[in-house]
């Protein structure tokens, strides 16, 4: 009953597809646990492209004392391109985060249901069949991994790629302001 459109454990893929057939609980966390580990990889790199483009600023003001020349050119390469792979990367995260909610959402009620029917069944209260652990450590993990760093929340990618755009033009501003 193996699905190839559904990503199991043993063989990761790149591109998230929506499958075909209804997936069994277990492929369904396999593929919130990968992504999760994907929104937290793209979430750092957010925050340390962010951090090397805030540095920047300093940087071109403090060689530019040293330094013959003008840095303006390649610092405004630099914070461009580091404002451009922000905004990828966040989209990105974005899209990741967004499939990932969807699986969420569908495994908590899975689980819902599943407590239902039997506590229906057998007359058993909802505590004594909860979700196993690993079930519900995959679903925390996706829960911490969806927010981004220092700025968490549904508009953190937006924020992000908001501070990285603003550095790209104040670099010639703060170039200027001090050597002209």
Known sequence: MSNPEIRSESKPTHAIKI?????DLDSSLGNL???SS??????QLIVGMTGLNILLLPVIVLISFFIQGSL??????VALLLASAVLIIATSFERLRRFGDVLFLEISDELQWNIRATEMRAGESAA????????????RS???????????GKFGPAIYIAINILIAVMVPWVYRGYFY
């Open 72 to 77: 303006l050119p390649p610092a405004i390469v």
């Open 38 to 43: 994907k929104l937290t990889k793209r979430g």
């Open 128 to 139: 004594s069949e909860r979700p196993k652990l690993h079930v519900r450590i995959a679903l």
């Open 33 to 35: 646990r990968w992504i």
């Open 142 to 152: 996706f829960a911490r991994a969806s927010d981004l760093p220092l700025i968490p």
């Open 19 to 23: 499958p075909r057939e209804t997936p």
